[in-house]
């Protein structure tokens, strides 16, 4: 293992207040976004879709790296250019999504736990030949009526170490995705209750599986009420439950924390990253930076829906989104910046 190589890695994916964008969507959730905007379910729209937001005019002037899903890491533009060499021409890092997905667990009705590790190593030796250098495993955790389980975060939380020390082997920097979703009425607290025993569970079997923190990304939920709570706590009020909890539970040795944005609108993932910058960048030991996928892309998809003539609009969207994140980074996004 080469820990210098990592070290890097992990640094010039948010060097410049940069951040990650998440485009690693596996065709199933792909189709399903595709399906609500009449676009074709198919490989091409796929590809075409992929082609626009790679060779996006300025991208790696706000984003670092890139998260690829296994199909879109083999794909190449019309000119036959290989998608992961023009994200390295743009000065972005391509990372793939290695985890094979959330299935029931057996055993917790309404949990699930990730799949992937069966043969992962090789999958890992391939992905860096192909030149990604990091990677994506999502584990997720629903809060609900008596859950989380214990049995639920501890599995979700041995895989997600397990992966981290297997991408750490080859070369690969491991994000490592411990998502607790939005989705149910619980309150803001309850929210903040199970980040903080799922982030320690997850440190616990980081640390069992000997994973070099300095060599990972973390990337988790903001602390949040659920999308179905009457109570919706102000953009402030969930910058300091999201920081608050992250600093009892993640080390300083940790570089970067990357957010997901989970299903929020793209205006407030914006506005929340930033009021914790603003609040707290000088006084934390780690980076607060984003790995959006719908809060980046949403608005790009909703233009183009899967037309050739509205490429450029869809571009200019996606620019724009990466762009605003990338203020939030310094603490200076501001609503102003939506009326353009
Ligand atoms: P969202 O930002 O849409 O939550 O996606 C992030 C991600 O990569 C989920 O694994």
């Known amino acids: 293992m080469n820990s210098q190589k990592l070290e890097d890695t992990a640094k010039s994916l948010f060097a410049d207040n940069k951040g990650?964008?998440?485009?690693?969507?596996?065709?199933?959730?792909?189709?399903?976004?595709?399906?609500?905007?009449?676009?074709?379910?198919?490989?091409?729209?796929?590809?075409?879709?992929?082609?626009?937001?790679?060779?996006?005019?300025?991208?790696?002037?706000?984003?670092?790296?890139?998260?690829?899903?296994?199909e879109?890491?083999?794909?190449?533009?019309?000119?036959?250019?290989?998608?992961?060499?023009?994200?390295?021409?743009?000065?972005?890092?391509p990372g793939i999504k290695v985890d094979a997905g959330a299935k029931e667990l057996a055993g917790?009705?309404?949990?699930?736990?990730?799949?992937?590790?069966?043969?992962?190593?090789?999958?890992?030796?391939?992905?860096?030949q192909m030149g990604a250098r990091f990677a994506k495993w999502r584990a997720v955790i629903a809060i609900g009526n008596g859950l989380p389980s214990w049995g639920c975060i501890e599995t979700n939380a041995h895989a997600l170490a397990r992966y981290a020390a297997l991408c750490q082997e080859v070369g690969l920097v491991p994000v490592v995705e411990p998502e607790v979703l939005?989705?149910?009425?619980?309150?803001?607290?309850?929210?903040?209750?199970?980040?903080?025993?799922v982030l320690r569970e997850v440190f616990c079997q980081l640390y069992t599986q000997r994973v070099m923190l300095e060599g990972i990304i973390l990337k988790p939920n903001m602390v949040?009420?659920?999308?179905?709570?009457?109570?919706?706590?102000?953009?402030?009020?969930?910058?300091?439950?999201?920081?608050?909890c992250l600093l009892q539970a993640v080390p300083a040795a940790v570089?970067?924390?990357?957010?997901?944005?989970?299903?929020?609108?793209?205006e407030l993932a914006s506005a929340r990253l930033n009021a914790m910058n603003v609040r707290f960048k000088s006084r934390l030991p780690w980076a607060l930076a984003f790995s959006f996928a719908r809060a980046i892309q949403q608005p790009a998809l909703d233009l183009w829906k899967g037309q050739e003539a509205n490429v450029l609009a869809a571009q200019q969207a996606l620019y724009y989104r990466a762009r605003c994140n990338q203020a939030a980074r310094r603490g200076a996004y501001s609503a102003e910046m939506e009326k353009r």
Do not use: W
């Open 108 to 128: 917790h009705p309404g949990e699930k736990v990730t799949e992937g590790l069966d043969g992962l190593r090789d999958r890992l030796a391939e992905y860096f």
């Open 255 to 266: 570089p970067a924390i990357a957010f997901l944005s989970g299903g929020q609108s793209a």
């Open 72 to 93: 879109t890491i083999r794909q190449q533009t019309k000119g036959s250019i290989p998608f992961v060499k023009v994200l390295i021409d743009a000065g972005i890092i």
């Open 182 to 197: 939005m989705e149910g009425s619980h309150k803001l607290e309850r929210c903040s209750e199970v980040t903080e025993k």
């Open 20 to 70: 990650l964008l998440a485009m690693d969507e596996s065709n199933g959730t792909c189709n399903r976004r595709f399906a609500k905007l009449g676009i074709p379910q198919t490989v091409e729209a796929r590809r075409a879709y992929r082609e626009l937001i790679v060779t996006t005019p300025g991208l790696g002037e706000c984003i670092g790296g890139a998260i690829l899903y296994d």
């Open 224 to 244: 949040l009420a659920g999308s179905t709570c009457p109570k919706q706590e102000a953009v402030e009020e969930v910058a300091n439950a999201t920081v608050n």
